[in-house]
Each structure stands twice: as structure tokens, then as C-alpha cells.
């Protein structure tokens, strides 16, 4: 973002005053604007509970002084935000947009000396880029990343599951997105009035959509970033915390070639499709069985698009934290198969494979001794063995999870717990999930039977919350789908004060292989992609 400020800082001090810039505890530093007679105006953002108290304190410091202005179409102050969303929405996304210029000659540009300048900035916090491929961040380069996926967005479609397809194929515009260079609006408007009619482009607006919809949740409750959503799994593996399978997990040296890939290009470029970034967040939680905030947090602290909104909200649903019926354990050695079957990509990023013959990459440990020793590639010494049995973990989770998801699913009926969980379809999806797949109102808590006595109208919590069109397949770029809630059973973590630096089709298995991802046996999965792990993905 220092591109950014140091163009604004020239923009701005063509008349000699240049960008002010304050730094230091919120309410001193908005303070010194008040004192000195300005009115200060700041945008409304979805943040988690460190963002929530902070905003208290300066509306408690600075009252009528500071105004807060909601522009980013996202429903606020209501008891039930879901109703006429999806209207509220499309409304909102069609509007007519107000240009930011200003007539230059009539306007006064009053600066206060603060100390702090573009170019201390960059000397004392050392903002240089540490990652690979890092795109400029000023917004003459957002647009012109903007143009160039105009011209690119009817091969959108088949170029954002597989991570090397997705580099030049995804839209390339979420770190824009998440620093506000773009918003999700202007996007929207040139997308719909601009590109060709097509696949990409009806995939592509529906997961501007679904960006609304992940930050619509954090603005409803946000104990997303540090609570479970389902009171249920408050907790879920904190029992089974061990350091050495994270830190493995965090390095890429897990003996999964797709996972470990995935983990160095995090940590390397700060990007990942999200194919990538929801297999590994399904490892992680599933098959290493390690808390998810650690894994979130970890992903918020690496990702240049991190937005918290999406971040928290995907891995919480990833993790199966929410109480829907459908979860997806993702296999890494099928994704090998079908997204990188001749290790281009793999071997890009753990180069250490890169003389083992492609059909072993699905599982090293499996290659013969003699072809091992032919191309120097020793399992267990150049490349780790795998840290966990895939298969005995995952039927741990599954046995764990079926034990645990009825309970989960009528706790969707208390009110309280709706609203966390914030479906599209408002508390009459989260009753509709409740009522089919929780456990009998009879041998359920007695807060919960009553919720699951309750008479509600699900018609009439759902008429105005239409879901837009289920995308079809992985979005990586600017959003991934989830699954539809209201008919499928989907630096700011709870160790932070305050904030960091910030595809998926569900294939049902006919068989317990391990050369198939797996989805809940018995129950619809989601057949459209979960979207939007990223600010967009792209």
C-alpha cells in the first residue's frame, strides 16, 4: 500500500499540504482533528470485536465530532439483517455512483503537522515487500488489472481450480478489493456494463455477491474471528493441540505435495486460489485435527487480500463450526491428480521433488526404493514422510463430527445462535436445518426445545432473501460460494488484540479410497463452490 500513499501524498499536495497522516491510539490521534476544529468523517467497516470497541471509544471521545458513514451496502442496526438482503443488495450494487473530484481552485486544504510522512512511514516500518509477486497498490494499477480481466473473463471459468491455471487466470483483482483501491460496486458496475456476455461474467458478479454476503456476517456477530459460530464446537480440537503438526503444516513439510505446496506459496507470494486455500484449511481442521483459529489466524497474517469478513467466516465454515449437515473433507492426493497431474506447480514450490517422475507425486512414499535412489529423492530424508495416517484421521473427524452434528444442527433454532450464523435465508433457514437434521426436541436442552417448538413462518423469513445462482464451479478469485444454507445441511483471531498485517465442488464418494475427496455420506453436498475465501481470490 505505500505505492498508494505516496501517490495520494502527491495528489494531494499539489498545492504544498500534502496527505496528512496520523499514527498512534485511534482516539489520540482523531483527537488532534477535532481540536483543531476539523469534522471527521470515517467509513463503517464489517471488523471483528477489537474494531467494535475501538469504534465505542472514539464515539465516546469525540461524539458529534466524528461521523461514521456506512457506504458499503452492508444492512446495519436491524434485528434480523437477512430480510430483503438479496433486494437491498442488487439495489445497492445498481446505484448510480458519485465521482471523488473535486474542483481544486475553489477548494481549501488545511494540513496538520503530525510528525509522521509517506516516507517515515516507509523508514521506520520497513514496508518494502518480503513476498514474490506482489502487484503495485495504487488505483491506476487496480484499473488497469481491472481492464486487463475485462478482456480475459470468458476463460474465467476453466482457468481457477488448479493453482498454476489460477495465477493468470483468476481476476487478479482481491488485493485491490481488500484495500479499498476498488470497491466491490465500481467492480460490479464495469463487470455488468463492460464485459461480454458470458459464463465468467455471471460467475464472476455472482461472487461479488457472495463478498457481501461473508462481510454481512461478520457485521451481524463479530465473534466470527475468536468464537465458534455453534456453541457445540466451542473448542473443537483445542484438546488436541500439538505445535509440531502446526509449525509442520505452517513450513509445507508434511509429506502432502499438494498441501506443502500450497503452505510455501502462502508464505512465499501471499496468494493462493482457493482450492488451494480450503484444502488446506480442511487438512488442518480435519485430517491434522488442530484448532482453526490457528490456522485463520495464520492465513490473515500471510494473505495480501486477507479480509477478515471472509478469512474467519470461511475457515469457521471449512472447519465445519456452523451446524449445516454438509462438510467436505478434501483429499490432497486427488487434488494432485486433478489440478496439478504433472507437478508443475508442486514442484515449483517444493523443488525438492522435482526430479521424482510425476505419477509418485500423489504419494512419494509410495515410489519405489530403486526409483527413489535413480532420482535422488529420499523419502524420509529429502522429503518427509507423511506426518499422519489420511485415512485413519479423517474417519476420526467423520466419526467425531456425525456425533456431534445433530445436537449442532438444533442449536441453529435458538435465535441467538441464527443470527451468528447469519444464512442467506435468515432464521428460517437456520429452523428449516434445525427442525430436518437436529436431534428430537424431546432429549434436546430445554432452551433448545423451545426454540424448536417455536412456531416461525420460514416463508416469511425468506421471501425477500433470494441467494444469488449457485456458482458452478471454483471461484478463486473473487469469492467462492457456500453451500445454499437454506436448503443444504457451510492479527484479528482470539490471541491478537488487535488486527494483523491482513473452488470447491462437493463430490458425494461412492467408497472410503483415498483417491476421492469426501463429502458427508448421506447428504446433498454442494455442487456449485463454496465461494469467496478470498476477499476474492483473485
Not at 49 to 62: L, S, T, W
Not at 65 to 82: K, N
Not at 462 to 489: H, I, L
Request: hydrophobic share 35%; glycine share 8%.
Amino acid at each position: 500500500m505505500q505505492p498508494d500513499v505516496d501517490d495520494k501524498d502527491s495528489l494531494a499536495g499539489a498545492d504544498g499540504t500534502g496527505l496528512t497522516i496520523g499514527y498512534g491510539d485511534p482516539v489520540t490521534a482523531l483527537s488532534r482533528f477535532v481540536d483543531a476544529g476539523w469534522d471527521v468523517v470515517t467509513m463503517a467497516t464489517p471488523t471483528s470485536r477489537y474494531g467494535k470497541q475501538r469504534d465505542e471509544r472514539v464515539r465516546d471521545a469525540c461524539g458529534d465530532a466524528i461521523t461514521f458513514v456506512s457506504g458499503d451496502g452492508l444492512v446495519r442496526d436491524r434485528e434480523w439483517s437477512r430480510r430483503g438482503w438479496q433486494d437491498h443488495i442488487k439495489e445497492w450494487l445498481t446505484a448510480t455512483q458519485h465521482s471523488a473530484d473535486w474542483d481544486g481552485a475553489n477548494t481549501v486544504r488545511l494540513g496538520i503537522d503530525t510528525g509522521v510522512t509517506p516516507a517515515a512511514v516507509d523508514s521506520v516500518f520497513d514496508v518494502q515487500p518480503t513476498k514474490q509477486k506482489v502487484p503495485t497498490g495504487t488505483h491506476q494499477d487496480a484499473v488497469e488489472q481491472l481492464d486487463s480481466f475485462l478482456d480475459r473473463i470468458r476463460a474465467y471459468p476453466e482457468h481457477i481450480s488448479a493453482p498454476q491455471k489460477a495465477r493468470v487466470g483468476a481476476s487478479g483483482l482481491s488485493p485491490f478489493l481488500n484495500f479499498g483501491l476498488l470497491s466491490v460496486r465500481q467492480v460490479h458496475q464495469a463487470v455488468s456494463e463492460r464485459a461480454p456476455s458470458c459464463r465468467g461474467r455471471e460467475m464472476f458478479t455472482d461472487r461479488l455477491v457472495w463478498n457481501l454476503h461473508y462481510n454481512q456476517k461478520l457485521v451481524d456477530w463479530p465473534g466470527w474471528t475468536d468464537t465458534a459460530v455453534n456453541p457445540v464446537f466451542e473448542g473443537y480440537n483445542e484438546d488436541r493441540h500439538d505445535p509440531e503438526l502446526v509449525q509442520a503444516w505452517k513450513r509445507g513439510e508434511t509429506g502432502f505435495p499438494m498441501v506443502d505446496a500450497s503452505m510455501r506459496c502462502l508464505a512465499g507470494s501471499g496468494w493462493l486460489n482457493f482450492r488451494m486455500r480450503a484444502m488446506c484449511a480442511s487438512f488442518f481442521s480435519h485430517v491434522l485435527h488442530q484448532p482453526w483459529w490457528i490456522g485463520a489466524d495464520w492465513y490473515h497474517h500471510h494473505l495480501i487480500d486477507s479480509d477478515v469478513g471472509i478469512n474467519y467466516t470461511q475457515w469457521q465454515s471449512q472447519a465445519g463450526l456452523i451446524g449445516k449437515p454438509a462438510q467436505r473433507v478434501y483429499n490432497p492426493r486427488k487434488q494432485v491428480q486433478d489440478q496439478d497431474p504433472d507437478g508443475e506447480w508442486i514442484t515449483e514450490w517444493v523443488p525438492e521433488l522435482s526430479p521424482l517422475p510425476s505419477q509418485f507425486l500423489p504419494r512419494p512414499e509410495r515410489a519405489p526404493l530403486s526409483v527413489q535412489t535413480d532420482c535422488g529423492v529420499v523419502i524420509g530424508d529429502t522429503y518427509p514422510r507423511p506426518i499422519v495416517d489420511f485415512e485413519a484421521r479423517r474417519e476420526t473427524f467423520w466419526s467425531r463430527y456425525e456425533r456431534d452434528r445433530p445436537e449442532a444442527a438444533a442449536r441453529l433454532a435458538q435465535p441467538e445462535i441464527a443470527k451468528r450464523a447469519s444464512f442467506s435465508g435468515g432464521y428460517g433457514a437456520a429452523k428449516a436445518i434445525a427442525n430436518k437434521h437436529g436431534r428430537d426436541a424431546e432429549s434436546a436442552p430445554p432452551d433448545v426445545q423451545a426454540s424448536l417448538s417455536d412456531v416461525v413462518d420460514a416463508d416469511e423469513e425468506t421471501t425477500n432473501s433470494r441467494r444469488p445462482a449457485q456458482p458452478e464451479t471454483n471461484p478463486s478469485d473473487v469469492g467462492d460460494g457456500e453451500a445454499d444454507e437454506s436448503t443444504v445441511p457451510t492479527g484479528v483471531g482470539r490471541h491478537q488484540g488487535a488486527p494483523s498485517p491482513d473452488d470447491n465442488a462437493a463430490v458425494p464418494e461412492d467408497d472410503d479410497t483415498d483417491d476421492s475427496d469426501r463429502a458427508l455420506p448421506g447428504e446433498p453436498t454442494d455442487e456449485g463452490e463454496q465461494t469467496t475465501f478470498e476477499g476474492f481470490s483473485g
